[in-house]
């Protein structure tokens, strides 16, 4: 069975920065994208980066100078480096593989808060 495992959330100041890591357990075939979402309460989760097996990115535009998304595929792992820490980035971050076949895993979340 496939468990994701997200870490690196917390509580940082504005202008800080967070490193959030996401790793698979188990086996996934055809492993395709890798990605990050977030959410806050009372409004729909949505997209913050995305990175492919291509090395392609896909990014909101709350994300675009701030955000770095990476991957090791090697160790299934990926990573969501954030700079620039704004009030509004606070959320429950989220990630989220997909496979060829539309299969997806989503980890269990990660509490982000951006505060002084």
């Known amino acids: 069975q496939v468990q994701l495992v997200e870490s690196g959330g917390g509580l940082v100041q504005p202008g800080g920065s967070l490193r959030l890591s996401c790793a698979a357990s188990?086996?996934?075939?055809?492993?395709?994208?890798m990605g990050w979402y977030r959410q806050d309460p009372g409004k729909e989760r949505e997209l913050v980066e995305r990175?492919?097996?291509?090395?392609?990115?896909i990014y909101a535009d709350s994300a675009k100078g701030r955000f770095t998304i990476s991957r090791d595929n090697a160790k299934n792992t990926v990573y969501l480096q954030m700079n620039s820490l704004k009030p509004e980035d606070t959320a429950i971050y989220y990630c989220?593989?997909?496979?060829?076949?539309?299969?997806?895993?989503w980890g269990q979340g990660t509490q982000v808060t951006v505060s002084s």
């Open positions: 188990g086996t996934i075939f055809t492993l395709n994208a």
């Open positions: 990175i492919l097996t291509d090395g392609r990115r």
């Open positions: 989220r593989f997909s496979t060829s076949f539309s299969l997806f895993y």
